[in-house]
């Protein structure tokens, strides 16, 4: 499907709206917790209240089907509100109070607060998987706004006019409720990206992609003469680990399950998962079969995504010691067929580097093991994954235990009997992991925690109380959450 045309923008526009971040920061910066989140519930409002409109326009633009861009744009409102709520609830801010003792040994001990304070405009990167949820007012957005930065968007090619659409929406609902001008805007163009990313007034970066172009934009970042920090979720294989016990239990339920979480979305999820590891002999061949047979084909998002997995899924096809175990006829135009490969341990440790690559798109593979011990040896063969998944039977807990020590250094988030399509929008979730997986394995760009990567902490020492940010303060009427000379209370400092 082709997506309207939507020029790059120029130069001189790019430096407009960066000097409106620049601006706009130690504004935005110094906005109360509560008017920030009565603007992040103003956005979802409005985007809510125009779900319709942009549901159409990413239909066109993305063939995603519209029950699921309906969910994801109450996805995306919905992660605006729970930042809302973070933001009234204030933890996040880290405060720690230790009051002047001048008794303290071996030298008297100064008045100490320490909060995180926003960290400076943040460019994001939008997602072509998810027009909405990890594009425009996706995560990212949502939480350095949340923290206070202003954001800088560049719209991802796949879906211009709903971007370009999105953001008029955000910016007249985040400007409308009181936040300052240039505080939000969105750019267009690949090379526009990265000379933005070059702007010294950006402060930090997000990103949502492949392998390749978070590698480059990493390394952009880091080379810069003052380094950013920059926050890239890439690429994640997400194996899957089943033992001979659960393949005994319910093998027929767990090879159905897989093929529905590896086709989901016609397998364009970020925790798609890539590869199933089996017991030798497990007896799931004609259960799998039927089960990809079952899938119809999808389109992808465009037609360079299509042409990749199709390359990708050659060249695993290709391997020696691979071999199809099911395949759906793509048919006309630009569908793609779901796929599913086997092969051995030996196969896969032979040619790492060319078996474990990733596939984005509706193609997985079988990898047969003899022996816990191979189990093993398969899970230290990994580099970083958002995900690894463990099925086993409750009587083999201290069967498994080995391996989820070794998934625990390998992946964000473990999943147990169930599958890692699906992210949930909460406190706990952690939607990260060791590179390649992102770039910076102790964030999540998912749940209320995302907020840490656009905060920094301060030190205020000895200042006086009306300079102090009333978090800082002696008395906490607002009740945040804070670590008074060493203990966690709500409450005031004594003798306030």
């Known amino acids: 499907m082709t997506a309207p045309v939507v020029p790059d923008t120029d130069a001189a526009t790019l430096g407009r709206v960066l000097g409106g971040l620049a601006a706009s920061a130690p504004v935005l910066a110094d906005t109360g917790r509560a008017e920030r989140a009565s603007a992040l519930r103003a956005v979802a409002d409005a985007l809510d209240a125009a779900t319709d409109e942009l549901v159409a326009l990413a239909t066109e633009e993305t063939a995603l089907p519209r029950p699921r861009l309906t969910g994801e744009v109450a996805r995306t409102t919905g992660q605006l509100r729970m930042f809302a709520a973070g933001l009234d609830e204030g933890s996040f801010l880290d405060v720690v109070i230790d009051p002047a003792d001048p008794s303290a040994t071996p030298v008297p001990r100064p008045d100490l607060r320490r909060m995180q304070v926003a960290l400076g405009p943040v460019l994001v990167f939008a997602a072509s998987n998810f027009p909405f949820a990890f594009s425009v007012a996706g995560g990212d957005t949502a939480s350095a706004l949340a923290a206070g930065c202003p954001v800088l968007v560049k719209a991802h090619p796949g879906h211009p006019a709903t971007s370009v659409r ?29 000379q933005a ?48 016990g659960a393949v005994a239990a319910r093998g027929e339920e767990i090879a159905a399950g897989f093929v529905t979480s590896f086709t989901l979305g016609v397998g364009q999820f970020c925790t798609k998962p890539g590869l199933l590891f089996l017991p030798r002999g497990h007896g799931l061949e004609t259960a799998l079969e039927r089960a990809v047979g079952a899938v119809a084909p999808g389109r992808m998002l465009h037609e360079r995504i299509r042409t990749g997995h199709d390359a990708v899924r050659a060249e695993l096809a290709a391997l020696p010691g691979m071999r199809a175990v099911a395949a759906v006829e793509p048919g006309a135009g630009e569908l793609a067929g779901a796929t599913l490969l086997a092969t051995d341990l030996a196969t896969l440790l032979a040619d790492p580097d060319r078996v474990l690559t990733e596939c984005f798109g509706p193609t997985s593979v079988v990898v047969e093991y003899s022996g816990m011990d191979e189990v093993l040896t ?19 807990v201290e069967l498994v235990r080995p391996l989820m020590r070794e998934l625990r250094d390998r992946a964000g988030r473990i999943v147990w009997n169930g599958w890692p ?76």
């Open 197 to 244: 990313l070059r702007d010294p007034r950006i402060a930090a970066a997000g990103f949502t992609g492949s392998l390749h172009g978070g590698a480059a934009l990493y390394r952009i970042a880091a080379e810069r003469e003052v380094p950013i920090p920059f926050y890239a979720e890439m690429g994640s294989l997400n194996p899957t680990f089943v033992t001979p």
């Open 166 to 194: 999105t953001a008029e929406i955000v910016r007249s609902a985040w400007e409308g409720a009181g936040m300052p001008a240039g505080s939000f805007g969105l750019v267009t163009g690949e090379q526009v990206g990265v």
């Open 378 to 396: 398969a899970a230290r063969a990994f580099g970083g994954n958002l995900t690894a998944t463990v099925h086993a039977e409750d009587d083999e």
């Open 421 to 496: 399509t699906g992210v949930a929008v909460a406190w706990a979730m952690h939607h990260g992991g060791p590179w390649p997986a992102t770039s910076a394995p102790l964030h999540t760009s998912v749940g209320m925690t995302a907020i840490r990567r656009f905060l920094r902490p301060v030190t205020f020492q000895d200042v006086p109380a009306e300079l102090l940010d009333e978090a800082l303060q002696d008395r906490n009427p607002a009740g945040i959450p804070r670590r008074l000379d060493g203990v966690l209370s709500t409450g005031d400092l004594p003798g306030a």
